[in-house]
């Protein structure tokens, strides 16, 4: 009997698996056969939404199916992280992702996911924060700034889009690193947090260069440095704070490519290909440099090491400045 045919069910079960095995390869030949969902983990009108509808378009050209952007806001961009990691890895649902929901609200609170539950496909932009002041307010650089805030501990203040966001981890790694003491003041959201400062109710923020750009061409804010290691295209005069002794004070808001872990290579790889050609196209490059943004690629495997990175950073920061979500 065991030397005999096999039989039908050993045979079937052996097509079966053969199938399985294939089909990835299979499904990479012929993806994409239907729109792609790019999840955006904010609301419409953002910089994360624009970067993605703008790379959306180019994208979808280059792979012959549209590319639908889908806004999934809330909870600090957790919910629309969580809904990417929980979405079938068939390679039609990504997201388009700032390090806030990746690196930012795990440490503040229990999230529905970790680093390692995402697929990594690609850096496609950065924005540099810049340290901003009402230009009524006299301060007219970076070591006037610190002069100030030494003279009067807990005096002056800062603005932010709440508690544990990127503009309130970059003031306290400058507090920290500047050996001052400023007063945290928690609006909702970026944009109120930059009308008091445009109104005199607080005295600094270190905010995305996008949302700021406008004012300081126009002279209502001053731009004091570049949270970077290199300076702004869009502020060429502008130094960076490693220039003015502060080289620990970096902030830059990257975003990427993350999909649900699982998605075939191949069909990762075709994705990364479309993003990257999008990135490195001559006209979005410049729509980049008039949104404050840099345009920045990478490997998959480079995206994660520095969001791991980034997540420890900012782990000692919410934990030495007891940083919590009300």
Known sequence: MGQGRPSYRATAALALACSLASSPAVHAEDWPARPIKLIVPYAAGGPTDAIARLLATKVGARLGQPVVVDNRAGAGGTIGVDATAKATPDGYTFALVAPGPLVGMPNLMKAPYTLGDLQYLTLVARIPSVLVVNTKSGIDSLDALVKKAKAAPG???????????????????????????????????????????????????????????????????????VASKSRAPQLPNVPTTAEKGLPGVVMETTYGIVAPKGVPAPIAAKLRDAFIAAVDASDTRQQYLLQGALPMTSTGSEYQQLMQAESEKWRDVIAKAKITIQ
């Open 155 to 225: 005096k002056l203040s800062y603005s932010s889009a709440g508690p544990g966001t990127t503009p309130h981890i970059g003031m306290e790694i400058f507090d920290d690193q500047a050996g001052v003491s400023l007063l945290h003041v928690p609006y909702k959201g970026a944009a109120p947090a930059i009308t008091g400062l445009l109104g005199g109710e607080v005295d600094v923020a270190m905010v995305d260069l996008l949302p700021v750009l406008a004012h300081v061409n126009s002279g209502s804010l001053k731009a004091l440095a």
